[in-house]
């Protein structure tokens, strides 16, 4: 099976990890890496030992927050050194539910499209009822 790492500035990585596991359980194939006042080498070696040490053979995801940042540059360059390892930008909580309900069932390359689409899905804005419509967000008859 796949593995996952999240990677990020602050405590994004393992706030969306540790969220995820709330909603739908313990997974053992995800990981969170925050690279908090590492410089590049430090965080390209952190990164080369998750990659190491958790039997990534089935794949590996790394998921960062910004397409062109720091950290999507030091993923890139480990990306580049192995064939079953794929960058994502642009993660949120979607996606990592997406990677823990499906990682079991798709194989790596579907997984891919899932997650970026489960991603994208997500992403959207309220639109209030207008006059007459149903109000879809209440919960029981007010």
């Known amino acids: 099976m ?68 720091s950290y999507w540059h030091s993923a890139a360059r480990i990306a580049r050194q192995h064939e079953n390892v794929e960058v994502i930008s642009g993660f949120n909580l979607s996606m990592v539910l997406s990677f823990i309900t499906k990682a079991d069932t798709l194989t790596f390359h579907k997984l891919r499209e899932a997650m970026i689409q489960d991603a994208m899905r997500s992403i959207g804005r309220f639109d209030p009822p207008k006059t007459g419509e149903p109000d879809v967000t209440r919960n029981g008859p007010n």
């Open 2 to 69: 796949a593995a996952c790492l999240v990677l990020s500035h602050g405590n994004i990585a393992q706030a969306t990890v540790d969220a995820s596991r709330q909603i739908v359980g313990v997974c053992d194939r995800i990981f969170a890496l925050e690279g908090r006042e590492m410089a590049p080498r430090e965080l390209h070696q952190a990164i080369s030992k998750v990659v190491e040490s958790h039997e990534c053979e089935d794949g590996l995801f790394i998921l960062v927050g910004l397409r062109g940042g």
